[in-house]
Each structure stands twice: as C-alpha cells, then as structure tokens.
C-alpha cells in the first residue's frame, strides 16, 4: 500500500493510508499515514458501523488538508468521544 | 489494536525480519484546493474482486502484483474476499465489505460534500506481496497514470 502511495504522490495525487501496524509504516514510511487502533482484517474499525469508519475516513482524509504536516506524516487516530 | 505480538508466530518473525523497503525521499503532493473540490479514488489491498473478475492468484510467487478496477457504482455487497492471507480475520470484511472498501461511505463522502466527486473507478489490489519489484516497476505506475488520467486529486488508501 506504502508503495502505490508513493507513486501516487510522485505524479501529484496526493494520499493517505490507512495504517493497522506503526512498526512497519515507520520504517516504510509512506507519505501520509493514520494509525488506527483496531485488529487486522478491521481497518475501519467495526462492521456495519458506518458512522465510526466515516469517522475513520474523514480523519484520515483531513490529514492531506492539514498544511502544517511534512512527509512522513504518521499520525494517531484518536477517536472522538 | 493491532500489534506484531498479535500475529502468528510465523507471520510475527516473517514482519520483524523482512527487509522492508523504506521509502526515501518520501515523495509529496501538497493539495492545491479544498476536499470539496476534490476527485476522490479509493486503492485497497484486501484483495477484492468482483464477480467475473479473476480472483487474485495465490500462485504467483511473492504475491499477486496486479489489480482490479472497481467501477465506482459496483454494490459493495457484490465484492468477493480473495486475498490468500491467514494471517488476518476475514470474518468483518465478509460481513461488511465497506471495513475494507469503503464504496458506501465514499459516496456519502460525495453525496456530502465532503469531497468534491468520486471518481468513475477505484482499485483493488492484494497486498501481502513479499516481492514488490513488479509492483514497484509495474503495477503502481499503471495504476497511477490510469488515476492521473483520470483527474484523480486525492486517494484513500485501505490496507487490511
């Protein structure tokens, strides 16, 4: 996923993944990450739960709106509430 | 959480041993408008396809490097589990596809405002490609130029 981020943003779409373990994103490094704190195979967080992987996305997709960030930006999900 | 101490024995030596490719310099495109005037495409690795699509192939040593293309007004239900990993539980995403791709609430997303349109397809890979030269030299540029072309301003990318 890190990988195809990268070419992404190399022709000028910018990205941001999702990402279940630091350990590998920090040594990867992907341009713009959200760790999120939920199990393998549950990226978003709970099935049919569609206002918390809203929430999820919306977080995520912020991160690429926020001009403060520098790559690697890897950022903690922290959810709301 | 997920932490390399919650994977299998196999799969928790196999993450700490790799020889994972770092990313440097870490490329980056900076937005130029706001969310809400932005195309929005998603790239997942859980390994998705639709029916009539082939399945991701578990044969291809170090990993299947291709990718589907989903049309972006495919129903998410219809979306077959083919990813080959054990290593996670597939039980959510085949409750719920949106956990892995997220069709539904991007076009909420859309339908909002919150982004400015979806564009007419997103991408489905299979990750848990331990050889990622041909995706590298190969699958990620295709998949990019179809993007580019596309007018693709922002992706979202899901692992699983």
Redesign the interface.
Known sequence: MSLVAAELERRGIATVAIQLLREIAVRVRPPRALFVPFPHGYPLGAPGDAAGQRQVIETALRLIETPSLAPPALVEFEPAG | ????D??RMADRMF?RTYP????????????EK??SACR??L?S?AGMVLPGQAPFDPRVRGGDFSFREIPADAEVRALIDSHRSL???????T??P???F?L???R??AADG??GSLNGRHLS?M?SITA?GR??DE???D???L??ADG?????????
Not at chain 2, 1 to 4: G, H, R, Y
Not at chain 2, 24 to 31: E, G, Q, R, S, Y
Request: glycine share 2%; charged share 15%; aromatic share 8%.
């Open positions: 959480m997920a932490t390399i919650s994977l993450v994972w490719r770092r990313i440097d310099p870490v490329p980056w495109t900076a937005l706001p969310l929005l495409a790239v690795s290593a996670f539980d597939h039980a959510g995403m409750s719920d949106n956990l892995v997220p539904d609430r991007a909420e997303l919150f982004v890979f990750g990622p995706l590298v699958a990620a540029p998949a990019a130029r993007l580019v693709v301003d922002v992706a979202l990318l899901v692992p699983v």
